[in-house]
Every structure is written in structure tokens, then in C-alpha cells.
Nanobody
């Protein structure tokens, strides 16, 4: 089993930055894809960024150029650097992992989830 714990959320003004962290434990060797998802009130959960075991990354168009996903210690840690934050970035952000190396298309395709961390961006 894999356990994921997020941290680093908070409240910032538009244009500010935050760095989210995710610590993974358990059977980390079984993970091939990790990523960040977010869910705003009344909205569906959406993909923010993905990183594969080979180091490849993918981003949602809405965050491309502003957010950077990275990992360290062979997927023990996952990070999301968020710059130029906008009010529409306000959401609960979740760290997630998938055993399959295939790029997930929907949140339901992720196998493990953290508890989430709140990010609030005010204008």
C-alpha cells in the first residue's frame, strides 16, 4: 500500500507563489506515475500536473508555464511549485499516484490519494 501526505497549502494574493509537497511511503517501487489534482467547490476534480517514473511531465493548459512538478528520492517526494497564482487556482490540491505507467486521463484512474491541502488565492 502507498500512503501520500500533502503539505504547503495556504492563502496568498494573486500573483504570489506557493510550493506544495507530498511525502510518499509504503510500496513506492510499485508507482510509475504521480501527479497533482485539484478540486474547487462545486467543480469536478481535475488534473493539474503529472510526472512519470522516467521524469517526463505533463501539465493542464490552465497551469502551463506557471506550475512546475518535480520529484525526488525515487518518488519518495513530490512537489508542485506554483507561480503567478490566480483566484481561479483556488481549490483543494491532492497528491495522487498510479501503478500503471500509462498517462491517466481521469482522476478515477489514480490508485492512491493524499488527504488534500487547501490553496486559496485572493484578488
Amino acid at each position: 500500500q502507498v500512503q501520500l501526505v500533502e503539505s504547503g497549502g495556504g492563502s496568498v494574493q494573486a500573483g504570489g507563489s506557493l510550493r506544495l509537497s507530498c511525502a510518499a511511503s509504503g510500496t513506492i517501487f510499485s508507482i510509475n506515475v504521480m501527479g497533482w489534482f485539484r478540486q474547487a467547490p462545486g467543480k469536478q476534480r481535475e488534473l493539474v500536473a503529472i510526472i512519470t517514473s522516467g521524469g517526463g511531465t505533463n501539465y493542464a493548459d490552465s497551469v502551463k508555464g506557471r506550475f512546475t512538478i518535480s520529484s525526488a528520492s525515487a518518488r519518495r517526494f513530490l512537489y508542485l511549485q506554483m507561480n503567478s497564482l490566480k483566484p481561479e487556482d483556488t481549490a483543494v490540491y491532492y497528491c495522487a499516484a498510479r501503478m500503471s505507467g500509462v498517462l491517466p486521463r481521469n482522476p478515477d484512474e489514480l490508485d492512491f490519494w493524499g488527504q488534500g491541502t487547501q490553496v486559496t488565492v485572493s484578488s
